[in-house]
Nanobody, 123 residues
């Protein structure tokens, strides 16, 4: 059974950066995807960024909303993915959910979700 542990959220001043961490346990697949969605009271849950790998092949996907501001890093040994968002905007405020699964295309519907971590960006 796959379980996810998220951390890194908090209150952050606009223009600053935040780094979110997601660690997965119970993963036995060489082909895997880990990423982030976010949800606020105003917006529907939306994709933020994800990293997929199949053996040594690795692909990073970033949503337009954070493109140019987001970076993903993977620690294979710990099975951890880090999401850093720079130059934060107030509209980045949301609950950020880590999600993991086999395919990026089906991640939202069939992935395993973490509990979420709140990011609040103050003006």
């Amino acid at each position: 059974q796959v379980q996810l542990e998220e951390s890194g959220g908090g209150l952050v001043q606009s223009g600053r950066s935040v780094t979110l961490s997601c660690t997965a346990s119970g993963v036995t697949e060489d082909k895997w995807t880990m990423g982030w969605f976010r949800q606020s009271s105003e917006k529907e849950r939306e994709f933020v960024a994800a990293m997929s790998w199949d053996g040594d092949a690795q692909t990073t996907t970033v949503a337009d909303s954070v493109k140019g501001r987001a970076a993903l890093a993977r620690d294979k040994i710990d099975n951890t993915v880090l999401l850093q968002i720079n130059r934060l905007k107030t509209e980045d405020s949301a609950i950020y959910y880590c999600v993991a699964g086999v395919q990026l295309a089906t991640l939202k519907d069939f992935g395993t979700w973490g509990q979420g971590t709140q990011v609040t960006v103050s003006s």
